[in-house]
């Protein structure tokens, strides 16, 4: 999970979300998460059916953000959920023992509780300032201390969220996180693949300083 892109097709310019999905796993992207809230339940659906073909077919993991109706009619490998969505608990049931849970968090007890309740990873920011989440104050820039708590306090895998870049990735990985997820960086670039590419590099670079 060093790649993990989150898809938003306002961001991507004049290429579809599927586009930029096909780049990213040309690049070696290691994880997709159909995020699109400002789509509509059908629109939704249709794209993540053509997700779910591309992932398959390269074996990358595919999750969709909030719905787990669409995850299950896709058959999509889990679900993303946040503090509004079905508890964990209630997604596995209806996706099954086998299906893929992740939950946002930002707080350390926040941490502790999904992984309590049975998640299988977690997306923890936003790490830094971004203008991609509409997120509340007190989930708003919590810093690289704060992943590095996060990562002290839990056993499953971390991945931060938020603001992040080739740039600052290392940073990010260095303080304990496994991975990156990201929006902007893929989806916005001129090259998604390249930017990929650029991506893993920074994380390899921040998993070396540990």
Known sequence: MDTYLVTQ????????????VE???????DFVQLREKHATARERYVLASDVREL??????PFVVNDRVDIA????????HLGDDDLPIAAARDQLGRDAIVGRSVSTVEAARAAEDAGADYL??????????KDIDDDEY???????A????????????????????AADVVAAGA??????????GADDPEAATRQLATAVEDGRDRR
Do not use: K, M, Q, Y
């Open 178 to 187: 496994d991975g990156v997820a990201v929006i902007t960086e893929i989806t």
């Open 72 to 79: 299950a009619a896709v058959g999509a490998d889990g679900v």
């Open 9 to 20: 097709s306002d961001l991507s310019g004049d290429r579809s979300t599927t586009e930029v």
């Open 141 to 147: 820039e919590i810093g690289i201390e704060r992943v």
């Open 55 to 60: 992932t398959a077919e390269a074996g990358v």
């Open 23 to 29: 780049a990213a796993v040309d690049g070696g992207v």
């Open 123 to 132: 997306g923890v920011g936003a790490v830094f300032a971004t203008d991609s």
């Open 149 to 168: 708590a996060v990562a002290d306090a839990v056993s499953i895998p971390i991945v931060g969220i938020g603001g992040i870049t080739a740039s600052n």
